[in-house]
């Protein structure tokens, strides 16, 4: 084995130039070229799907957000605005306790089993509160009728996206809540109703933030 200082500076030159090049490469020009193309092919999934409205970012379509009224002094948790479409619960969204400079929304799941007594009383009292805030004079909200994501959150807490069968279950609060027509908030969530992806793929989903502020428009 040749270890002269020739032959070292000659394989670590190659070293280094393996080094700039990969860089230049694999730091530069790739990621240039992903964004590139990403910019020009699909600039509203490349900027994070967000959804407008007035000029004005709202939010991304891919991440869900809360409906509450101000958090009042001694509440832990803010009740729900019930004039707003609710999402999925989100029992999985943990604290940001590392980094407190910022206000970040963390993901996560309840990891709890399907037989967790902590998971069952959250889904009673879930269940129970969909039933009270949906139950309007003359149209009272059955059990039976409740969809389980009403009352249990997704893998990832952030799920925008609730089933029909959830947002018709609203309907009536919504309309009474804001002074419309049943007729007019069917409508909206007709229109808002996305169905399976490729016609198979998935189930029929309505995105909140898109119909919340398609109804906000509409009580104007």
Not at 1 to 18: D, E, H, Y
Not at 24 to 48: R, S
Not at 155 to 167: Q, T, W
Request: proline share 6%.
């Amino acid at each position: 084995m040749n270890n002269s200082p020739a032959n070292t500076a000659r394989l670590l030159w190659a070293g280094l130039r393996a080094l700039l090049v990969l860089t230049v490469v694999c730091g530069v020009l790739y990621p240039l070229a992903v964004t590139g193309v990403a910019q020009g092919v699909f600039p509203h999934q490349a900027n994070g799907s967000e959804i407008s409205a007035n000029g004005k970012v709202m939010g991304s379509e891919l991440i869900g957000q809360r409906y509450d009224l101000p958090l009042k002094k001694g509440q832990e948790t803010a009740a729900p605005d019930l004039k707003w479409f609710q999402p999925r619960p989100s029992n999985g969204l943990g604290t940001n306790s590392v980094n407190t400079q910022y206000k970040l929304i963390l993901s996560g799941a309840t990891n709890r089993s399907g037989d967790n007594k902590e998971l069952i009383d959250w889904v009673r009292k879930a269940k129970a509160a969909v039933v009270k805030d949906n139950s309007v004079p003359g149209h009272p909200v059955s059990p039976s009728d409740v969809p389980a994501d009403a009352v249990t959150s997704s893998g990832s807490g952030l799920d925008p996206a609730i089933s029909p069968a959830y947002a018709q279950l609203q309907v009536r609060r919504v309309a009474e809540r804001n002074h419309l027509s049943v007729g007019q908030v069917e409508k909206l969530v007709g229109q808002h109703t996305d169905g399976r992806i490729l016609g198979f793929v998935g189930e029929p989903r309505v995105n909140v933030l898109q119909l919340n502020i398609a109804l906000k428009q509409l009580v104007k």
